[in-house]
Every structure is written in C-alpha cells, then in structure tokens.
C-alpha cells in the first residue's frame, strides 16, 4: 500500500513539473506567457517526482544558470525583472482593452504591482559581491 502511494505522489508532482515545463515552454513562442518561473516550479515538482528532467533543466545552456541563481542566491537578472513587470503591465492593460469588468482589473492591476515591487527587491547575479566589497 505504501509503494503505491509512493509511486502515485511521484507521478503527481512529475505531472505538476510537466505541465509547468510546458508553460514554460509555451512562453517560448507566446509573448506574455514566462518561461524561467513556469520552469523553476517545474524543477521543484520534478526533484519531488524524482524525475531526471530537473537535472536537464538545471544544466540547461540558455535557462540554467537563472534557474540555478534563484534555488541558489535568490536572484533574478535586472533584464528578468523588466521582462517581468513589462509582461505583467501588458497583461493589466489587455485585461481593460479586453473589457474586463473594472474590479478585476483593479485587483489584477493591485495584485501585480505587488508582485513587480517584490521582484524588483531581489538581488541581482553579483549584487552581494558588490556590495560586499569594501568601498574606497
């Protein structure tokens, strides 16, 4: 009984990783879907699926090593977080051009500011260098 939830926990965070590996990859080709934040969820539901596709992910040559800043430092690049809160301000305005009642614009809008200011507090690859640098 235990090897079978075992096995079915492991097929469902391997599905999870899938599924967010495919976002990930749709925000390849479609503007305003991301890819690096699809695919860092998709590495943690894949480590818990044990899947050998986080490794690949991890080592990947283009989005590797902003995945492997943010498990290891937390960072996100300066032209990630423009990329981010551009998407992220286009999505608001679509929302309004769609016709999109004025409230859940609002609370879009108010939801996503949120999370562009939170992203802009993250540190960037060699900001603690830098700043642990003495100064002259």
């Known amino acids: 009984m235990v090897d079978v939830m075992k096995r079915s926990s492991k097929l469902f965070w391997r599905a999870l990783g899938y599924a967010c590996l495919a976002i990930g990859a749709a925000g390849i080709l479609l503007p305003l879907l991301p890819t690096t934040g699809p695919w860092i969820l998709a590495v943690v539901f894949l480590i818990k699926g044990e899947d050998p596709m986080a490794s690949k992910l ?4 283009r989005f590797g090593a902003p995945i492997r800043a943010w498990f290891e430092r937390g960072e ?3 032209s990630g977080k423009i990329a981010a809160s551009v998407g992220m301000a286009l999505a608001v305005v679509s929302a309004a051009f769609l016709g999109m009642p004025p409230v859940a614009v609002g609370v879009m809008a108010v939801v996503l500011l949120g999370v562009a200011l939170w992203l802009c507090r993250r540190p960037e690859p060699g900001q603690a260098a830098r700043s642990a640098s003495p100064r002259r």
């Open 58 to 61: 991890l080592d990947h040559p």
């Open 76 to 78: 996100i690049s300066r």
